[in-house]
């Protein structure tokens, strides 16, 4: 039989356990890891840009009527068709995303471009989910956020997107959201 003092203390194991480890540094999302630009990637792209439906471009995307949408607010839309189980599993964070961009320090043109170019990219590798850090900092005092309103409003105009919800916490909260792209193609894809 083995006495209480044979055994190894909790706080000593512990400690045992955790050696090495370091403390988180940041509490902001991920947006995964910079992505490499590849002969194969640019090849794959430039025919991604010549099967490319009107209005995907950065250029044809409206800022017409974009309605202002404060920080906190969550942003949600999907078409009518989409399934109800789809639907919460995006807004669970339940859809694995495969790659993220971050619009932070981004102008308005730069955030449009970049746009653009990040869900024909995603559509183009066959991705069915995506995460975009939108932020939701204030631009000017009693403004609300700009690169926020406007992905709302872009993101409603791309004909590859189903859907898009505010993201988890753990994600970016309402400074993020899940992109949900079309993955058949379409009789106007052909």
């Known amino acids: 039989m083995s006495s209480e003092s044979d055994q190894p203390d909790d706080l000593e194991m512990f400690?045992?356990?955790?050696?090495?480890?370091?403390?988180?540094?940041?509490?902001?999302?991920?947006?995964?890891?910079?992505r490499k630009k590849s002969d194969a990637s640019l090849q794959l792209r430039r025919e991604a840009a010549g099967n490319e439906p009107v209005g995907l471009t950065g250029v044809g995307l409206?800022?017409?009527?974009?309605?202002?949408?404060?920080?906190?607010?969550?942003?949600?839309?999907?078409?009518p068709d989409l399934p109800l189980r789809t639907l919460q599993q995006l807004k669970k964070g339940q859809?694995?995303?495969?790659?993220?961009?971050?619009?932070?320090?981004?102008?308005?043109?730069?955030?449009?471009?970049?746009?653009?170019?990040?869900?024909?990219?995603?559509?183009?590798?066959?991705?069915?989910?995506?995460?975009?850090?939108?932020?939701?900092s204030w631009n000017r005092e009693d403004e609300v956020p700009s690169i926020k309103s406007h992905v709302n409003a872009w993101l409603r105009q791309m004909p590859d997107v189903l859907a898009f919800c505010s993201?988890?916490?753990?994600?970016?909260?309402?400074?993020?959201?899940?992109?949900?792209?079309?993955t058949r193609?379409?009789?106007?894809?052909?």
Not at 15 to 34: E, H, I, S, T, Y
Not at 62 to 79: R, T
Not at 174 to 179: F, K, L, P
Not at 185 to 190: A, E, F, I
């Open 95 to 136: 859809l694995e995303w495969q790659e993220g961009l971050d619009l932070h320090g981004y102008t308005i043109e730069a955030a449009r471009a970049a746009l653009s170019d990040f869900i024909r990219d995603g559509r183009a590798r066959g991705y069915r989910c995506l995460l975009l850090v939108h932020g939701k």
């Open 62 to 79: 409206s800022d017409g009527k974009v309605q202002p949408v404060n920080p906190s607010d969550s942003l949600e839309f999907h078409l």
């Open 167 to 182: 993201a988890l916490p753990t994600d970016g909260g309402t400074g993020a959201v899940y992109i949900l792209l079309r």
């Open 185 to 190: 193609s379409t009789p106007k894809d052909q």
């Open 15 to 34: 400690r045992a356990l955790m050696k090495g480890v370091r403390p988180v540094q940041q509490n902001r999302a991920d947006p995964g890891k910079p």
